[in-house]
């Protein structure tokens, strides 16, 4: 594999606002790549329900044009080769996805021969980093679905290697795109002042904390109070997690998780011209707009720095939770991954 960039060459591209310490969000080849060149798009992983989810919409018999077009034309089921959870869904999702006309293949290689755009919707992020760089060795356009990666070290080389092979890259959860999220980021109440979140937050072994399942709620936070987070604090008791992040300016974001049966999402938010409560969960189609609108301009709706900016809060509340609620800086935690990522070869 290749090496990646000298060092002094990757901290002059990763500068993210606020931490000063992650990527400028802005690739050389996005407007070369603008307009993608086909409408095909591949879906690698369906050890998830999202794939077929997504295949289902796009593939509709009234889609028509809805979509520019676009549609799911051939799927690679790995997923996870070590979640007994997740590789246990694949030959379901298999067989759903083969119901929406979708060719399924047996290697990434040959998806990539049948697809113009690709959607990484594999559910174990510890495969994510392999499966994106075959994928930005093709130079296809390519969504990753939460998590990026399952290490703040694997996002960082995500985003480094996107950036070496100068293709465009986007990756959001649906919660982001809940009316009320978008209608508070927006500024239907002001600028944003305070945020408070509940979600579930069950855990997986091979995954930090919140990456698992917390990511929900945390994008949700960085969605309407932006990316520049200072300071993080976990506390947990029994089953519940909370999460106080600080932000620049005195703003302040909280996370209340649940690990036990609770699928509900939620929470209010506070800005300087009154307040609104945050609605659930609605399903996938909200979500369907921005990743067309990526594939159609090869410019990523989410702003990266508030992308990497997620996975440096979540890493810092996993240290937080081991030192016992002590707080952390994610100042301290980006530069501890950076210098892990620049060891990684692209």
Not at 121 to 131: F, S
Not at 175 to 202: C, H, M, W
Not at 210 to 220: D, N, Q, R, T
Request: charged letters at 20%; hydrophobic letters at 40%.
């Amino acid at each position: 594999m290749q090496q990646g960039h000298p060092r002094r060459t990757f901290l002059k591209t990763a500068a993210l606002s606020g931490l000063g310490l992650a990527f400028s969000g802005k690739l050389s080849a996005l407007q070369a790549l603008a307009g993608a060149s086909g409408k095909r798009i591949g879906v690698i992983g369906l050890d998830t329900e999202h794939g077929p989810h997504f295949a289902r919409i796009l593939n509709a018999a009234d889609a028509g044009d809805k979509y520019g077009g676009m549609r799911v034309t051939v799927a690679y089921p790995h997923g996870s080769r070590s979640i007994k959870s997740s590789m246990d869904m694949i030959p379901k999702n298999t067989a759903a996805i083969k119901a929406q006309g979708v060719t399924v293949v047996d290697s990434i290689a040959a998806l990539l021969l049948q697809c113009d755009l690709v959607m990484l919707e594999t559910n174990d992020g510890t495969e994510h980093l392999a499966q994106a760089l075959e994928v930005f060795r093709s130079g296809k356009p390519v969504f990753i679905d939460k998590p990026v990666a399952a290490s703040l070290t694997d996002v960082l080389t995500i985003y480094r290697a996107a950036h070496h092979y100068k293709v465009p890259v986007f990756s959001s959860s649906t919660l982001r795109y809940i009316e009320s999220v978008q209608e508070v980021r927006n500024g239907k109440i002001g600028k944003v002042k305070a945020a408070d979140i509940f979600t579930p937050t069950p855990t997986e072994p091979s995954h930090p904390d919140l990456y698992w399942y917390g990511i929900h709620g945390v994008e949700m936070l960085f969605t309407m109070l932006g990316p520049d987070c200072r300071r993080v604090t976990h506390f947990q008791a029994g089953d519940t997690d909370m999460v106080v992040g600080e932000w620049e300016g005195g703003r302040t974001g909280t996370l209340r998780g649940v690990r036990s049966d609770m699928w509900n999402f939620g929470g209010h938010a506070f800005g300087d011209k009154g307040h609104m409560p945050l609605g659930d969960f609605t399903g996938y189609a909200p979500l369907m707009p921005p990743i067309i609108e990526f594939f159609q301009k090869s410019v990523p709706p989410a702003p990266e720095a508030e992308t990497i900016g997620i996975y440096a809060f979540m890493d810092a509340a996993q240290e937080s939770r081991l030192k016992k609620g002590a707080p952390v800086l994610m100042a301290d935690i980006m530069k501890k991954a950076q210098k892990a990522a620049m060891k990684k070869s692209i």
